[in-house]
């Protein structure tokens, strides 16, 4: 069994920053592509960025580059996500998602739970 938890999200101001984390446990082989995801009340939930496996590439979406960073730590099985000069429309459910490889099964998708980041005066 693997468990994807996020943490870190909460209410900011404009101009403020949050750092979210993921973390997988479980009985994990190896953990491939990760990415966070976003959903906002009454929107398709979308890409917000992507990780590599070795962390040397990743992926943006345009309304966030420049502002949001994506890294992870592979000896502890964690992914993070900077947010800097957040916005309003920033304002989401944060989704983790990770491709994971278990012991004597194929490699699946997994989501988090969510995590609530609310950007607001």
């Known amino acids: 069994q693997v468990q994807l938890v996020e943490s870190g999200g909460g209410l900011v101001q404009p101009g403020g920053s949050l750092r979210l984390s993921c973390a997988a446990s479980?009985?994990?082989?190896?953990?491939?592509?990760m990415g966070w995801y976003r959903q906002a009340p009454g929107k398709q939930r979308e890409l917000v960025a992507t990780i590599s496996s070795s962390g040397s590439i990743t992926n943006y979406a345009d309304s966030v580059k420049g502002r949001f960073t994506i890294s992870r730590d592979n000896a502890k099985n964690t992914m993070f996500l900077q947010m800097n000069s957040l916005k309003p429309e920033d304002t989401a459910a944060y989704y983790c998602?990770?491709?994971?490889?278990?012991?004597?099964?194929?490699?699946?998708?997994?989501w988090g739970q969510g995590t609530q980041v609310t950007v607001s005066s």
């Open positions: 479980g009985s994990i082989f190896s953990i491939y592509t």
């Open positions: 998602n990770a491709l994971i490889k278990i012991s004597d099964t194929p490699t699946r998708n997994y």
